[in-house]
């Protein structure tokens, strides 16, 4: 990972920590993911002239995606209703890089030598502390978890599929940008005809703008991410990626008050140690 991947990875890292918690103060988790998700086609339609459009090799992948992140969008909202954003979050995010490492071994024929592979266990262990410690009091609300986990394994699932979508796709805007437009209609869509119809205009009003700022930060995050997959492993990019649940804990305390306390401090600072065996030379 070159220091421009990293760099690209941890601005990734916060802009979705930022949409993330702008779809989690939305009170209404329908109206959030339908301004952010219809922000994100309009977005990918004004940036599809100005990329190549994707190879044909990579629309079976662009697809598959879709589909997936429709069911991710789905359990992030669930996670967000049942959980605290300091809680959903982390799990959610924490869990997909030991799976993303597993998947792109498999599939992606990248086996992770024992520095990345170190890095990237202690930085889900610590990942996992942010999200699970300093609960003192608390009984664990284990549906929450559980759709948080769900959530974890449907975001390795769209990393993988994306980061051997993007490389095939010949152009990692177009890339983006089509997915974008593909996998941002169907919730919109069943908002408006199955849900709100005429007054849709009169619910979406008072949170325009906070959505469409979601919007921005959601593509510019992911289209990061997608970039950085042509030009690293998919594992590594995973693990650093989620340096946003550092971004996401501080966010939960600063603005929705909750709990962050010295055991998650203790576990962020086993993440950064953790990212930096992943980023050692070897």
Request: net charge positive.
């Amino acid at each position: 990972m070159t220091p421009a991947v990293t760099a690209a990875v941890l601005l990734a890292a916060v802009t979705h920590a930022s949409w993330n918690a702008i779809a989690h103060r939305i009170t209404d988790k329908l109206v959030g993911f339908t301004l952010i998700l219809a922000g994100g086609v309009l977005i990918g339609l004004l940036l599809a002239p100005f990329a190549a459009f994707p190879a044909a090799g990579a629309w079976p992948y662009l697809t598959l995606s879709a589909v997936i992140h429709l069911v991710y969008v789905v359990l992030l909202m669930t996670s967000f209703r049942l959980g605290d954003f300091g809680q959903a979050y982390p799990i959610a995010r924490g869990s997909a890089p030991l799976v993303v490492t597993v998947f792109a071994a498999v599939f992606a024929h990248e086996v992770p030598d024992a520095w990345a592979a170190a890095g990237i266990v202690l930085s889900c262990t610590g990942l996992t502390g942010v999200a699970l410690w300093g609960m003192r009091g608390r009984r664990p609300d284990w549906a929450a978890i559980v759709a948080a986990l769900a959530t974890g394994l449907s975001i390795a699932s769209y990393t993988l599929v994306d980061g051997l979508g993007v490389r095939a796709s010949g152009s990692s805007l177009g890339y983006t940008a089509w997915l974008m437009v593909v996998q941002g209609v169907a919730i919109p869509a069943y908002a408006v005809c199955c849900r709100w119809g005429r007054e849709t205009g009169t619910v979406l009003r008072p949170h325009a703008t906070l959505g469409l700022l979601g919007s921005v930060l959601s593509v510019s995050a992911y289209g990061l991410v997608l970039w950085a997959q042509t030009r690293a492993e998919l594992a590594p990019v995973a693990a650093l990626r989620e340096s946003s649940i550092l971004v996401g804990a501080a966010i939960g305390t600063l603005f929705f008050e909750e709990r962050f306390g010295a055991p998650r401090i203790a576990a962020a600072g086993l993440l950064v140690v953790g990212i930096g065996l992943m980023l050692h030379p070897g």
